[in-house]
Structure formats: C-alpha cells, structure tokens
Nanobody, 122 residues
C-alpha cells in the first residue's frame, strides 16, 4: 500500500514561489510514475504535472508550462513541485498521486495524498 503526504502549501503573493513536497511510504518513488493534480472550489480536479518512473519524461498542463517543475529525490522517496510565477488562478488544493506509468489522467493513478492548500493572493 502506498501512502502519500503532501506538504509545503501556504499563502503566497502573486508572482511568488512555493515548493510542494510529497513524501511517500510503502514504495520507492523511482518505481512509480508520480503526478500532481489540483482542485479549486467549484472546479473539477485537473492535471498539473507528472513524471515517469525513470524521471526521463515529464508532462505539464499548458497552464503551468514554464512555471512549474516536477522532480523527485529518490533517496528520500519524495516528489516535488516547484511553482514559480504563481498566479491567483493557481489557488487550489494540490494532490500528489502515484501510478504505474506517466499519465495526465487521474484515473490512471491508484494512490493519492490528502492534499495541501495553496493560496495565491492577487
């Protein structure tokens, strides 16, 4: 069983940066594709970024390309989402997820964290 715990969310001004962390237990993160999704009030959960098992491939939503970077620290079984140039529209609860392969679809990820709130003030 995979357990994922997100951290690093908080309040930030527009244009600022935050780094989210997703600590994994029950797995070695290098053996799983990892993804980040987010959900804002009144909106459906949407894909943000994902990284392949080998970290050789990444995928980003168009809305965050050039601003967000997904990475992993295999030794610490931790996945990160570096968020730069944050916008008010980035305000959401951010969730990390683990799955068998890189995907942009939430249904392809079998394990989920409980989320961390990111609030960007404008």
């Amino acid at each position: 069983q995979v357990k994922l715990v997100e951290s690093g969310g908080g309040l930030v001004q527009a244009g600022g940066s935050l780094t989210l962390s997703c600590a994994a237990s029950g797995i070695t993160v290098i053996t799983y594709a990892m993804g980040w999704f987010r959900q804002a009030p009144g909106r459906e959960r949407e894909f943000v970024a994902a990284i392949s098992r080998t970290s050789l491939s990444t995928s980003y939503a168009d809305s965050v390309k050039g601003r967000f970077t997904i990475s992993r620290d295999s030794a610490r079984d931790t996945v990160f989402l570096q968020m730069n140039s944050l916008k008010a529209e980035d305000t959401a609860v951010y969730y990390c997820a683990a799955g068998p392969m890189l995907s942009t679809y939430a249904a392809d990820f079998g394990s989920w964290g409980h989320g961390t709130q990111v609030t960007v003030s404008s």
